[in-house]
C-alpha cells in the first residue's frame, strides 16, 4: 500500500515537472529557486527524451504493479513483486546518476528532484522488504 | 471474486483521495498567473527611447535603411524572418547595401509578443538580440499556444548563449516594457497597422515581401534620382 502512495506522489511530481517543460505552469514552487536551472539545463534530457517524461512511465508503471500486487490473485505469486522491486532498483540507479549531474554537472539542487529521489529510495525499501516477506510465507 | 476487504477498501479510498489532491493541486498550478509579464498600459519615458531606434544589423554607410515592423507571434513574420530573412542578410545586408532596423509591433491578439519581443530586448543586454530574434522565431510554433511561454523562453536564452541568471533578472524587471510600447507607437503613427510591415525609402510595404521583392525595392532606390 506504502508503495502505492509513493508511486502516486511520485506520478504527481513529474507531472508537475513536465508541464513546467511543456510550458504549462510558468514558474516552479522551488525553495532555493535552483529547480528552473535543473529543469532547463541540457541534461534535463535523457536520450532526446525529457526526463520529466520518463518519470511519469516510471511513476505510472510501479504504482501499476503496486496495486497488481495487492490483488488477491497475486497474493501468492512473487512475479509482481519481484517485478516491481527490479524495477525500483533500476530507477534507483538512474536516480543516483540525475543526482550526480545535479551535483557536478549542473551545480544545481532542485528540491522537486530531492523529493522523488527519497520517494524512489523509500520504494526500493519496501518492495525488498515485501519480496522477502513473500519469499518466506509459505506457498 | 472475493470482494475487497474493509482495509483495502480504506485504503483505495486514501488512495482516491490523494489522487483527488494531486490533481487538484497541479489544476490551482496551471491555472496561476504567470510571473513575469510585460506590460501594456506602460508610460513611456524620454529614457526609454533615448538613442534606441531599433536593432541595427548592417553598415552605417549602407545607401538603403529598411525597417521591419514585426511581432514575434505573427506567422507572416515567422515565415518571412525564417525563410526570406536568411538570403536577405546574405545578399543586402552583407554586403553593405542595406541597413536593416528591427522594431517591435507586438499586435494585442498575440499574448506572448510582448513576452517574446522583451526576451529578446534582454538578449540584446548581452550582447546578443539576433541569436535570440532567430531562435525565437525559429521556434514560434513550440511557443506560441502555449498557456505560458516564460519558462520556454528562459530555454531559448540558454540556446542563444545568454547567462540565464542575468537574463531571468531582466525578464521579472520588465524594463524594457517602455521600449517596446514606445517602438509600438511610433509604428502606429507611421501608419503601421499590421505585421510584418516594411518601411523603405519612406514608404511603408505590409506585404510578406520575398527576398526577390525586397532587392527589386533596393534596387529601385538605388538607382532613384537625387531629389
Given at each position: 500500500m506504502g508503495i502505492a502512495l509513493l508511486s502516486l506522489a511520485g506520478l504527481f511530481i513529474a507531472i508537475y515537472m513536465y508541464l513546467y517543460k511543456i510550458g504549462k505552469?510558468?514558474?516552479?514552487?522551488?525553495?532555493?529557486?535552483s529547480c528552473e536551472t535543473v529543469q532547463l539545463s541540457?541534461?534535463?534530457?535523457f536520450l532526446g527524451i525529457e526526463v520529466a517524461l520518463i518519470g511519469i512511465v516510471g511513476y505510472a508503471v510501479l504504482l501499476t504493479l503496486a496495486l497488481l500486487t495487492l490483488q488477491p490473485r497475486f497474493a501468492g505469486g512473487e512475479w509482481p513483486s519481484r517485478l516491481l522491486t527490479v524495477l525500483a532498483g533500476g530507477a534507483v540507479l538512474f536516480t543516483a546518476y540525475l543526482t550526480y549531474l545535479e551535483l557536478f554537472v549542473i551545480h544545481a539542487v532542485c528540491r522537486w528532484c530531492v523529493g522523488s529521489a527519497v520517494i524512489i529510495l523509500a520504494i526500493f525499501g519496501l518492495s525488498l522488504a515485501d519480496l522477502r516477506r513473500r519469499s518466506r510465507e509459505p506457498a | 471474486m472475493a470482494a475487497p476487504t474493509p482495509g483495502m477498501n480504506r485504503f483505495y479510498l486514501l488512495l482516491g483521495a490523494v489522487a483527488l489532491a494531486g490533481i487538484a493541486w497541479l489544476v490551482y498550478q496551471v491555472g496561476k498567473p504567470n510571473a513575469v509579464s510585460i506590460p501594456v498600459n506602460v508610460t513611456v519615458l524620454a529614457a526609454d527611447t533615448a538613442g534606441f531606434r531599433g536593432y541595427v544589423l548592417g553598415a552605417d554607410s549602407a545607401p538603403v535603411e529598411i525597417s521591419v515592423f514585426a511581432d514575434y507571434q505573427c506567422p507572416g513574420c515567422q515565415s518571412f524572418e525564417t525563410i526570406q530573412f536568411p538570403a536577405v542578410r546574405q545578399q543586402l545586408i552583407e554586403t553593405g547595401l542595406v541597413r536593416w532596423r528591427y522594431r517591435d509591433f507586438p499586435l494585442?491578439?498575440?499574448?506572448h509578443a510582448r513576452l517574446a519581443a522583451h526576451a529578446a530586448a534582454c538578449a540584446s543586454d548581452q550582447g546578443r538580440f539576433w541569436e535570440m530574434h532567430d531562435v525565437i522565431y525559429m521556434r514560434q510554433a513550440e511557443w506560441?499556444?502555449?498557456?505560458?511561454?516564460t519558462g520556454k523562453f528562459s530555454d531559448y536564452a540558454q540556446e542563444a548563449g545568454l547567462d540565464v541568471g542575468r537574463y531571468d533578472e531582466c525578464m521579472k524587471s520588465a524594463k524594457f516594457a517602455g521600449r517596446i510600447q514606445a517602438s509600438f507607437m511610433e509604428g502606429a503613427k507611421l501608419g503601421?497597422?499590421?505585421?510584418p510591415t516594411f518601411l523603405i525609402g519612406g514608404r511603408l510595404h505590409n506585404d510578406i515581401l520575398s527576398s526577390d521583392s525586397l532587392k527589386a525595392l533596393v534596387q529601385a532606390q538605388l538607382t532613384k534620382p537625387a531629389p
Open positions: 505552469i510558468g514558474t516552479l514552487v522551488c525553495g532555493t529557486g541540457p541534461q534535463a534530457r | 494585442d491578439g498575440h499574448p506560441s499556444p502555449v498557456r505560458n511561454a503601421v497597422n499590421g505585421t
